[in-house]
């Protein structure tokens, strides 16, 4: 039985992946600026609410990464605000959200592990470390906390192509 799947931020590296383990069941997506035509149906994100189908799980893959004042509205209203929407939202989903290794100042903890306590100076750090509380007030909930990926289709100004093409 294929099950009722949403993405939200469809046009990335790692919503493409994650729509490739989901190609037996039902793909939506939620869009920022253009839809993704390789999903069934996409909404844009100021359309949320008007969203009817009751999905199994909400992968919650947007997110602005940007430590520049100049954006912090922006930065708060798809980090933040949007994330505590959707939560709302989709009350019997299971939401899988993705966050960053960036809650953690790691040039000051040294090495992170499960011991280590989140905490963060940058404002991209402690927006997403505010998506993670939100999401931990849902019943059925997990957290990825990403540092980098590899792959194709994946941006070259991202820091890991970053590398691999200086060296």
Excluded: W
Aim: some cysteine; aromatic content about 8%.
């Amino acid at each position: 039985m294929s099950k009722q799947i949403l993405i939200v931020g469809v046009n990335s590296f790692l919503s493409n992946a994650i729509h490739q383990l989901h190609l037996n069941d039902e793909v939506d997506g939620v869009y920022y600026t253009k839809a993704n035509p390789s999903f069934r149906m996409n909404y844009l994100i100021d359309s949320l609410d008007e969203i009817q189908t009751v999905y199994d799980v909400v992968y919650i893959v947007s997110a602005l990464i940007s430590n520049d004042l100049e954006r912090l509205d922006n930065l708060l209203q798809l980090n933040v605000k949007d994330i505590n929407r959707i939560k709302d939202k989709f009350s019997s989903s299971r939401i899988i959200f993705c966050s960053s290794v960036s809650v953690f100042d790691a040039i000051k903890e040294g090495n992170i592990n499960d011991d280590t306590i989140p905490a963060t100076e940058t404002i991209y750090g402690l927006s997403k470390l505010m998506g993670e509380q939100i999401i931990r007030q849902h019943k059925n909930y997990g957290i990825i906390r990403i540092s980098s990926m590899y792959g194709l289709g994946m941006k070259s100004s991202t820091f890991l192509p970053k590398i691999v093409q200086h060296a």
